[in-house]
Every structure is written in structure tokens, then in C-alpha cells.
């Protein structure tokens, strides 16, 4: 399988794109919930570089696979693109998506609208 490196804000390879259920995705394998989930609101941040690299592309989305028990939550690139802004954390400019908008288990490929939007 051909995978192509992604790269975070400070050069460190977070994942590959990778072609899952017939779509490209970025992959980002063990992450540990405990260090990279965000608590305040509940969910995932990634590099706003890879939100344009969905766009841009374009990608399906992200999946994240976890080191703990619920391996898989996955979001569309457009659910992404709709994200918030993160923080100061020291990691760059990110966007913020709260879990309810991330679905667990096989790859979210249609998701329901968010309200407002």
C-alpha cells in the first residue's frame, strides 16, 4: 500500500494518507487519549495545515486510531473544515472539533449537518 507521510506544524510525522473504504484519508495511528484529547469542550484538534491539505487534495477526512479500546473515530473533511480554532497549546495553529461531530467505529463517510450550518 502506497502511503504518503503528513507532517505537523513542527515537522514531526503524525500520519499518512491512505486509501481506506475507496476514499483517501489522513491516518494518524496511536494516539493516546489521555495526551492528545482535548477535555474542554471534548474533542480532537489537528493542524489547520491538514485541513487545507483535505481541502486542497481533496481527502475524505481523518481518521485517528487510538492506542485505547475505541480504536477508530473518523471525520469528514467538510465536518473538519467547519471546526473551531483551538487555543494557545504551543503546537501551532489548529482546528478544534467537539466529539458529537466524530463518529466512532467504521469511517463516517456521510454525516449528519450540524445544526446552523
Known amino acids: 500500500m502506497n502511503q504518503e507521510p503528513v507532517y505537523n506544524n513542527a515537522g514531526k510525522l503524525v500520519g499518512h494518507i491512505?486509501?481506506?473504504w475507496g476514499k483517501q484519508w489522513i491516518v494518524k495511528r496511536g494516539l493516546d487519549p489521555l495526551r492528545?484529547?482535548?477535555?474542554?469542550?471534548?474533542g480532537w484538534a489537528t493542524?489547520?495545515?491538514?485541513?487545507?491539505?483535505?481541502?486542497?487534495?481533496?481527502?475524505a477526512g481523518m481518521i485517528l486510531q487510538l492506542t485505547t479500546g475505541q480504536t477508530i473515530?473518523?471525520?469528514?473533511a467538510d465536518w473538519l473544515d467547519k471546526g473551531g480554532p483551538?487555543?494557545?497549546?504551543?503546537?501551532?495553529?489548529q482546528t478544534h472539533l467537539i466529539d458529537k461531530f466524530w463518529h466512532t467505529g467504521a469511517p463516517a463517510i456521510e454525516q449528519p449537518r450540524m445544526a446552523g450550518l
Not at 36 to 42: G, I, T
Not at 73 to 76: M, V
Open 73 to 76: 473515530w473518523s471525520a469528514t
Open 18 to 20: 491512505e486509501t481506506r
Open 47 to 59: 493542524d489547520n495545515e491538514h485541513v487545507v491539505l483535505m481541502r486542497e487534495r481533496p481527502l
Open 36 to 42: 492528545h484529547k482535548l477535555m474542554q469542550p471534548p
Open 86 to 93: 483551538v487555543g494557545k497549546r504551543g503546537l501551532g495553529k
